[in-house]
């Protein structure tokens, strides 16, 4: 089974800024697309955007598009969102995610593996 680790969240400020990494298992990820989800308590899971392990594709929700970045570093087996310009809305547990290919790449569904999520609060 693919395993999914996340880190990087925390506590910042409006306005600004966070990078979460998450590590993959080597060589499970190859033929997948890599997902970031977000989860409010209380509410249900927010797709927020992936990216092709193959060729980089990426593609984002438009809540996030233009303030958040995903990125990968194939070597390392990591991928990472970027996130700028935060708000207290923005508060939530993110996940990695894992599944389909670049075909389904905005198709949430297609995302079958899960890290075990990290926390990011945004401050007022």
């Known amino acids: 089974q693919v395993q999914l680790v996340e880190s990087g969240g925390g506590l910042v400020q409006s306005g600004g800024s966070l990078r979460l990494s998450c590590v993959a298992s080597t060589r499970t990820v190859s033929n997948y697309a890599l997902g970031w989800f977000r989860q409010a308590p209380g509410k249900e899971r927010e797709f927020l955007g992936g990216?092709?392990?193959?060729?980089?594709?990426?593609y984002y929700a438009d809540s996030v598009k233009g303030r958040f970045t995903i990125s990968k570093d194939g070597a390392k087996n990591k991928v990472y969102l970027q996130m700028n310009s935060l708000k207290p809305e923005d508060t939530a547990t993110y996940y990695c995610?894992?599944?389909?290919?670049?075909?389904?790449?905005?198709?949430?569904?297609?995302?079958?593996?899960w890290g075990q999520g990290t926390r990011v609060t945004v401050s007022s």
């Open positions: 995610a894992a599944g389909g290919d670049a075909r389904t790449l905005s198709w949430s569904k297609a995302y079958t593996y």
């Open positions: 990216i092709s392990w193959g060729g980089g594709s990426t």
